[in-house]
C-alpha cells in the first residue's frame, strides 16, 4: 500500500505539537504541491495519484524524514517572516504605571529564535539529503573481468612483492 499525503501531512503536525494556529489540510496542501521539489533533491520520480492523494510508490523512511524536514524548513521560513512584520510594526516591549505592568514579546528575538530554528533544520534536511544520496548512489561502471575466478586463471603475474 502506497503512502498518503494525509498520513504524512498528519505526522508532521503531531512533531509539532499539534500547532493551534495549523492543521493537517494546510501541511497536505503543501506537500502536494512540492514532491517535485522532493524528487528534484533524491532524483526521484514521485507521482500523485489526484484521486486519492495516494503516492506513485511507497517512500522509505530516509525520503520520508526528508519530505517532513522540507517542511519543517518551510515552516519555520513562515514563522520567521510573520515575527519580522508584525516586528516592524511593534515597537513598545513594555509598559509600567501605577502599580500594573503590561509586557509584550520581542518580536525581534522570536524572530531569531525561530530564524535558528529554520537555520537547524536545514542544516539536519542538507545531511539527510547527503547521507540519503551517497547510500542511495550505484555505480554506473564496473571495469575489471570478475568472470574469471582465480583457480581457472591461467595469466601470470610478476607482481609477488616477496622475493
Known amino acids: 500500500m502506497a503512502a ?21 489540510p494546510p501541511i497536505s496542501y503543501w506537500l502536494t504541491t512540492n514532491l517535485g521539489q522532493l524528487n ?18 511507497d517512500l522509505d523512511d530516509q525520503q520520508k524524514v526528508i519530505f517532513k524536514k522540507l517542511y519543517f524548513v518551510h515552516y ?12 516592524s510594526t511593534d515597537s513598545v516591549v513594555e509598559v509600567s504605571s501605577d502599580g500594573a505592568r503590561v509586557r509584550k514579546i520581542n518580536k525581534n528575538e522570536l524572530s ?3 530564524l535558528s530554528a529554520k537555520k537547524s533544520e536545514q542544516e ?27 583457480a581457472n586463471n591461467t595469466r601470470s603475474y610478476d607482481f609477488n612483492r616477496q622475493k
Open 112 to 114: 531569531k529564535t525561530y
Open 40 to 57: 528534484n533533491l533524491l532524483n526521484l520520480t514521485l507521482t500523485l495519484d489526484e484521486d486519492n492523494l495516494e503516492l506513485s510508490t
Open 4 to 24: 498518503k499525503i494525509v498520513d504524512i501531512a498528519d505526522e508532521i503536525h503531531r512533531e509539532l505539537g499539534n500547532p493551534t494556529d495549523l492543521s493537517v
Open 76 to 87: 519555520y521560513n513562515t514563522k520567521v517572516r510573520a515575527t519580522l512584520g508584525a516586528a
Open 124 to 150: 539536519e534536511l542538507d545531511k539527510l539529503v547527503t547521507a540519503y544520496k551517497i547510500t542511495a548512489s550505484k555505480p554506473i561502471q564496473v571495469a575489471g573481468d570478475d568472470t574469471v575466478s582465480e
